[in-house]
């Protein structure tokens, strides 16, 4: 019995050493496999690094053909914009001229950054970036053209309406005018700093009649706060774009939905509101904004009447607000 014992031992212990000899060796081939696999990787690496290899080739390649793509699309934004500069120049000098029609007020804001934010951390993250912002800036200006285009298109088609509508004539009968003051910033008497002016003020006696400028519409009237704003006003909708507003009115002689005609009495000149003394505050609107109405008073003007004009022109003192 004590023979057989031994005899498995000496099995057991040969088998035990059998699989420690086994792992050691896999250990060793695992290890040198490793090290292998390592050192080809740092080879080609430095092969790469150091060598010009078909695959460098390629990426300097295909990275020279990009820029020069990138090269060719600016060339020809830089001549689409160059051709939009001249359509743009022909809208405002010579179609809106036939029209005497103002710009399109619409201004094209740039995207913000966080729109090229994918083409960043690129080496060529500035070319690309400028490449498609100056796009983005060209397609703008070619939308803001065509709704430009849209708006002559109307035009076209409503000339004679249009020739009626737009505010041509003076409010008030020039011989009853004492003084005319100008649009735009000016000194305030009150508050002693420069402030905007929305129209112009004309001063005239009290009860001096007020006409409409041109076709159009009444969309308000309103009586107004005493010793405050516009007073008693008449706002008129010429369409195409057009309004007139005329303030501090004595009497309103339209009503609100009225049609109305150029030359049409509307009101009479008085000092309701935040006035100072009778006058007529008139202004004219195109598109939302406030646009200096000298500039539709030289139509029936002479060069220099209408320089004279101007040269006489002062900071209004007859408004509080």
């Known amino acids: 019995m004590g023979q057989k014992a031994n005899i498995r031992t000496d099995d057991t212990a040969a088998h035990e050493s059998e699989a420690v000899s086994y792992r050691l060796r896999m250990y060793v081939l695992v290890r040198k496999m490793l090290i292998g696999f390592i050192a080809i990787s740092l080879f080609n690496v430095v092969f790469s690094y150091m060598f010009y290899t078909p695959k460098m080739y390629r990426i300097n390649r295909d990275n020279r053909e990009l820029v020069l793509k990138y090269g060719i699309m600016r060339d020809k934004i830089r001549v689409a914009e160059r051709k939009l500069e001249e359509i743009k120049h022909r809208d405002n000098f010579v179609y809106r001229a036939l029209f005497s029609s103002d710009t399109v007020a619409v201004r094209a804001e740039p995207y913000p950054e966080s729109k090229y934010a994918s083409l960043r951390g690129d080496e060529y993250t500035t070319l690309m970036t400028d490449t498609w912002r100056d796009m983005d800036a060209l397609a703008q200006q070619i939308y803001l053209e065509s709704v430009s285009f849209d708006e002559l298109q109307i035009l076209a088609k409503n000339k004679e309406r249009l020739s009626s509508a737009i505010p041509a004539i003076w409010p008030i009968d020039r011989v009853q005018l004492k003084a005319l003051y100008s649009f735009g910033m000016r000194y305030h008497p009150i508050y002693k700093i420069r402030k905007f002016h929305k129209g112009v003020d004309m001063a005239c006696d009290k009860g001096v009649p007020v006409y409409a400028s ?30 007139t507003r005329y303030a501090h009115l004595s009497e309103i002689l339209v009503e609100k939905g009225q049609k109305v005609t150029r030359g049409q009495l509307i009101g009479k000149v008085g000092t309701t509101g935040g006035s100072t003394g009778p006058h007529l505050h008139y202004e004219v609107i195109y598109m939302g904004q406030v646009v200096n109405p000298v500039n539709y008073f030289n139509r029936n003007m002479s060069v220099d009447e209408y320089r004279k004009l101007i040269e006489e022109m002062k900071d209004t003192d007859l408004e509080v607000e």
Do not use: P, S
């Not at 005493?226 to 195409?240: I, T």
């Open 214 to 243: 041109g076709d159009g519409i009444v969309e308000k009237t309103d009586i107004g706060q005493r010793r405050k704003g516009y007073g008693k006003q008449v706002l008129l909708n010429h369409e195409f774009g057009y309004k």
